[in-house]
């Protein structure tokens, strides 16, 4: 079915309204939809380089959006269904002192689920349930989805198809690589 799913939403990219689809796509990836805008991206810059910049900006517009859209779903929803689970369970306590220590982390999750392969969607529900500021969430979610898309653009626009392998299956684990090392300098230079 997921396969189905994606080959449906690649063949998206071929369309007329393809930037609309990548704009639709990168919207409710943001909160439910499992396919990430990528998927369209690389084949309709590959297609049009000239237009590279254009497509990662409405990529990163409509993620960003439709991030707010998955921090409402957190917002919303936690007191009607999530907090009467935790209830029942004895679990609230918890929950409060884990929304502390989010909320003083919050924006570097933001951050680093917005660029590596963690699903972003996951962190824009769980910044609505904790109440994460939302300056703060908007301000994490613009730079690091900016950041994702803008540098697959950029790559692509320079080096064409021969990068997408590399984008495809190896950008993911670069960023991911990228933000352990930076949190890890963070916490060396913190405790030295």
């Not at 080959?7 to 990430?36: D, M």
């Not at 306590?93 to 660029?115: C, P, T």
């Not at 908007?138 to 653009?153: D, E, N, P, T, Y």
């Amino acid at each position: 079915m997921l396969r189905a799913l994606y080959t449906r939403t690649l063949s998206l990219a071929q369309s007329k309204h393809a930037l609309w689809a990548l704009a639709l796509v990168a919207f409710i990836e943001s909160s439910v939809f499992p396919i990430p805008p990528d998927v369209l991206m690389i084949p309709m810059i590959i297609a049009a380089p000239r237009r590279a910049f254009l497509i990662a900006a409405v990529a990163t517009v409509s993620s960003v959006l439709g991030g707010l859209l998955g921090y409402y779903i957190g917002y919303g929803m936690f007191e009607s269904i999530g907090r009467p689970v935790l209830e029942f369970y004895g679990k609230d306590a918890y929950f409060d002192d884990f929304r502390a220590r989010y909320n003083e982390y919050g924006a570097w999750a933001v951050l680093i689920a917005g660029v590596t392969p963690f699903p972003y969607k996951v962190i824009t529900i769980l910044s609505g349930a904790t109440n994460l500021s939302l300056p703060v969430f908007m301000l994490a979610s613009v730079v690091a989805r900016g950041l994702r898309f803008f540098i697959v653009a950029a790559l692509l626009w320079k080096f064409g198809a021969p990068i997408r392998d590399f984008i495809e299956r190896r950008l993911g684990l670069m960023f991911t690589v990228f933000c352990v090392l930076l949190i890890g300098g963070f916490i060396v230079v913190r405790f030295l």
